[in-house]
Antibody
């Protein structure tokens, strides 16, 4: 079955960087667009970014444009989110989500705090 | 950007009740809307896609309706396992947007 496993979360100081990964299995990864979505503690969901099946097209939410970069390695069935210049308001659980069917991973927690 | 307004933000109900949750889009989105259930500490689970299609494996007490700007999720005969947070998601254009969520708890 479709499985998406996020990793790379943790505690990071404001202004620093972090890279999240999302390992996919159970489907043909290279055939699907993939999204990143986050959820701050006790808050709603926020869409962050999407990358096309082949990595040629990327779109971002205004809140992360210029700071976050989405990428993928179809040879490794893995999605990435490079997060730079992190702020306390970036504290959230980050989910990767398969496009079209909107299947979700379990998420990884990022805490931005000094 | 299209905004999604979801109501109510919370509701209390008894087992066996019929529950209705509404999402309104700031402009027409056709039927490009899904409904999701989320339990504490868990990833969201899709219940309804394309506004009214039931996801495989989801009980038939869940149903969705609407198109354009007004959408409804109905849970007929609420069960104990249905106490959770529900939210809508439009994917008509970028950026996709979520409703604020509706927490359903015990009355």
């Amino acid at each position: 079955q479709v499985q998406l496993v996020e990793s790379g979360g943790g505690v990071v100081q404001p202004g620093r960087s972090l890279r999240l990964s999302c390992a996919a299995s159970g489907f043909t990864f290279r055939a699907y667009a993939i999204h990143w979505v986050r959820q701050a503690p006790g808050k709603g969901l926020e869409w962050l970014a999407v990358i096309s099946f082949d990595g040629t097209e990327k779109k971002y939410a205004d809140s992360v444009k210029g700071r976050f970069t989405i990428s993928r390695d179809n040879s490794k069935d893995t999605l990435y989110l490079q997060m730079n210049s992190l702020r306390p308001e970036d504290t959230a659980v980050y989910y990767c989500v398969r496009g079209s069917s909107w299947d979700w991973g379990q998420g990884t927690l990022v805490t931005v705090s000094s | 950007d299209i905004q999604m307004t979801q109501s109510p933000s919370s509701l209390s109900a008894f087992v066996g009740d019929r529950v209705t949750i509404t999402c309104r889009a700031s402009q027409g989105i056709g039927n490009d809307l899904g409904w999701y259930q989320q339990k504490p500490g868990k990833a969201p689970k899709r219940l309804i896609y394309l506004a009214s299609s039931l996801q495989s494996g989801v009980p038939s007490r869940f149903s969705g309706s609407g198109s354009g700007t007004e959408f409804t999720l109905t849970i007929n005969s609420l069960q104990p396992e249905d106490f959770a947070t529900y939210f809508c998601l439009h994917h008509n254009t970028y950026p996709p947007a979520f409703g604020q969520g509706t927490k359903v708890d015990f009355k």
